[in-house]
C-alpha cells in the first residue's frame, strides 16, 4: 500500500504541483516587468483622456464655425444680424464674431447684443489681422487645399483668446475671428466633457498658465502633482492635466500586482488543498481495498477450518471408524461446535451487510441484560472453564428491564467473549461483570490479554479493521466483530468504550441507557 501511495504522490506532484510552482516563479519572476507594463498602460489611458478633451474642443469650433458661415452667406444682411445675435446668445462663450474682408476695409461685428462698432475697434481688429499676416496665409493655403481650418491669433494687447477661419462668400474670402470668453467657454464645453470622462480614480483639472481655473470632483490638485498633462491644440495656454485622487499610477500598479499576487496564491492554496483532499481520498480508498483483500482473506481462512473439521470428523463417523460411543459423543460435540461457529460467522457477514445497507431490523422487547447473559454464559461455559482460561461473573442483581433485541445483544456479548479469549497468551483470565452507573445499566468484559494502543483503540471499530502484527492470520477473526457491537449498541441508544494498556489487557463496556429505552 505505502509503494502505490508513493507513487500516486509523485504523479501528482508532476502533473498538478510542479507546474503550479513552475508558473508561480515564472510570475514572480516577471513582476516588475508586468508593473512597467501596467504603468505604460495607464499612462496611455491617462493621454487617451486627454486627446479626447482636445478632440472634443476641436469639434464644438468646428461646428461653430460651420454654423457662423452657413449664417454669413445668407443674402439677406437683415437676417444675417438676427441669426448670428440668436447664435451669439446660445453660445455664451462666444463674446463677439468678427468678420473681415481680406482687403481689411469691410469689418462686421456681431454679439449677442447690440454692437456699434468704435473707430478703436476697427482699427484694434486691422492691427490684429495685421500682426497675424503669416496666420492668415496659412489658413488661405488650407482653405484652397479644401480644409477649413480653425486658429488662434496673437493678441499683444491682453490675453482675450482669438480664434480665425475662413468663410467663402461668393467669389471672396472673409477672414472670421471668434472672441472667446474662456470663464464660459471651461464651464459650458470644457467642464461638461470632463464630468463625462472622468471617474473616481482620476482628476481631470484644468489650468491656465500653471494657475487651476475647473477641476472634476475630488479635491483640488496643484499643477506640480500632475501625472499627465497636454496643452489645449487650440488654446495653448490652457493645459488639461491628470492626477489619481490619493494614489500615484506607481501605487495602483503595486496595489494591483500585490492583489494578483493574492489571488495566484489562493488558487494556489485551494489546488493544493484539492490535491491533498484527493490524497487522503484515495489513501482511504487503498486502505478500504487493503481491509477488504485482508477481510476476505480472513473469512476464507476462518470458514475453511469449521468446514474441514466438519467433513473429517463427519467421514470418521461415516467410515464406522469410532468404536467407543463416547468417542462418538465427542465427534458429535465437535462437528455441533465448529458448526455453531460457522453459524456465528455466517451471521456475523450478513448482519454487517443489513447494516449497511440500513436493513437491519431490531426487535425490542423487555428483556433482562443478566438473563442474556445467562444464556450466552451457558453456550460457552466449556471454552470459559478449560483448563487455560479462568472466569468472574460478577451480576448486579437489581437491574432493570432494558427494551433489548436480544439476538443482537448477544451476539455482542459473544464477540467480546471471543475477543478476549483469542487475544490472550496462555493463560486467560476473563470478568464479566453487570451492573448500574449513574443513568446506564453496563456490561463489561475484562481480560488480561495483549491490550490495545491509544493509536488502535481509535481505529477498532471501524469495519474490517484488525489489530495484527506480523502474519494476519496469526489470531483469527474477520474484522466485523467489534463494528457490529458499535453499530448495535447505537441502536440500543447506547454506546461501547474500550480501556486497555498494551500487556495489561482489555476492559469493553456495554451502555445502556436507563431512562431513554
Known amino acids: ?158 490675453e482675450t483668446p482669438l480664434l480665425s477661419f475662413l468663410i467663402q462668400d461668393d467669389k471672396f474670402l472673409e477672414i472670421a475671428i471668434l472672441v472667446i470668453d474662456m470663464n464660459f467657454f471651461v464651464k459650458d464645453i470644457l467642464q461638461k466633457r470632463i464630468n463625462s470622462i472622468s471617474n473616481n480614480d482620476f482628476i481631470v483639472s484644468v489650468f491656465h498658465n500653471q494657475d487651476l481655473v475647473s477641476y472634476s470632483g475630488g479635491k483640488e490638485i496643484s499643477f506640480d502633482n500632475l501625472i499627465e498633462n497636454k496643452n489645449l491644440w487650440t488654446f495653448t495656454n490652457y493645459t488639461i492635466g491628470i492626477s489619481t485622487s490619493g494614489k500615484t499610477i506607481h501605487n495602483i ?62 467421514e470418521t463417523l461415516e467410515l464406522n471408524r469410532v468404536e467407543s460411543e463416547e468417542q462418538k459423543n465427542e465427534y458429535y460435540k465437535i462437528i455441533r461446535k465448529e458448526a455453531e461457529r460457522l453459524t456465528r460467522i455466517v451471521n456475523s457477514i450478513l448482519n454487517f451487510s443489513k447494516m449497511e445497507s440500513k436493513n437491519k431490523k431490531y426487535s425490542f422487547e423487555s428483556e433482562n441484560l443478566n438473563s442474556i447473559l445467562d444464556e450466552v454464559l451457558f453456550t460457552y461455559q466449556h471454552e470459559l ?4 482460561n479462568e472466569c468472574k461473573i460478577n451480576k448486579f442483581e437489581s437491574l432493570p428491564e432494558l427494551q433489548l433485541d436480544k439476538e443482537s445483544i448477544m451476539e455482542a456479548i459473544i464477540n467480546l467473549i471471543d475477543n478476549a479469549l483469542k487475544y490472550c497468551d496462555k493463560n486467560c483470565s476473563i470478568e464479566i461483570a453487570t451492573g448500574i452507573d449513574e443513568k446506564f445499566a453496563y456490561l463489561e468484559v475484562s481480560d488480561n490479554g495483549i491490550g490495545i494502543s491509544k493509536e488502535n483503540q481509535k481505529k477498532i471499530f471501524e469495519k474490517f479493521y484488525r489489530v495484527t502484527s506480523g502474519n494476519v492470520h496469526n489470531t483469527k477473526g474477520s474484522g466485523l466483530g467489534l463494528s457490529l457491537v458499535k453499530n448495535t449498541m447505537l441502536a440500543h441508544n447506547g454506546n461501547v468504550t474500550v480501556e486497555s494498556k498494551l500487556g495489561k489487557g482489555s476492559k469493553f463496556k456495554l451502555l445502556f441507557p436507563i431512562d431513554k429505552i
Open 253 to 314: 500598479v503595486k496595489e494591483r500586482s500585490r492583489n494578483n499576487l493574492i489571488s495566484l496564491a489562493v488558487l494556489n492554496i485551494v489546488i493544493i488543498l484539492g490535491i491533498i483532499f484527493l490524497f487522503i481520498n484515495i489513501r482511504k480508498e487503498i486502505k478500504l481495498s487493503q481491509l477488504k483483500s485482508d477481510f476476505v482473506s480472513n473469512v476464507s481462512h476462518e470458514i475453511r477450518t469449521p468446514l474441514s473439521l466438519i467433513g473429517m470428523f463427519a
Open 385 to 388: 472453564n478449560s483448563k487455560k
Open 1 to 158: 500500500m505505502f509503494t502505490s501511495l508513493k507513487k500516486i504522490i509523485i504523479i501528482l506532484a508532476l502533473i498538478l504541483l510542479l507546474p503550479i510552482f513552475v508558473y508561480t516563479f515564472y510570475e514572480l519572476n516577471n513582476l516588475s516587468e508586468n508593473e512597467k507594463h501596467l504603468e505604460n498602460i495607464y499612462s496611455e489611458q491617462l493621454n487617451t483622456i486627454i486627446f479626447s478633451v482636445n478632440q472634443n474642443v476641436d469639434d464644438v469650433l468646428q461646428s461653430w464655425s460651420a454654423k457662423i458661415s452657413d449664417i454669413y452667406q445668407s443674402q439677406d444682411s437683415s437676417f444675417t444680424n438676427i441669426e448670428m445675435q440668436k447664435f451669439c446668445k446660445s453660445n455664451s462663450s462666444i463674446s463677439l464674431i468678427v468678420i473681415s474682408d481680406t482687403s481689411k476695409r469691410n469689418i462686421k461685428f456681431y454679439s449677442s447684443s447690440l454692437f456699434s462698432a468704435s473707430v478703436n475697434a476697427v482699427n484694434r481688429i486691422k492691427n490684429i489681422l495685421n500682426e497675424n499676416s503669416e496666420n492668415i496665409k496659412s489658413l488661405i493655403e488650407y482653405k484652397n487645399l479644401g480644409y477649413n481650418k480653425i486658429q488662434p491669433l496673437k493678441n499683444n494687447l491682453d
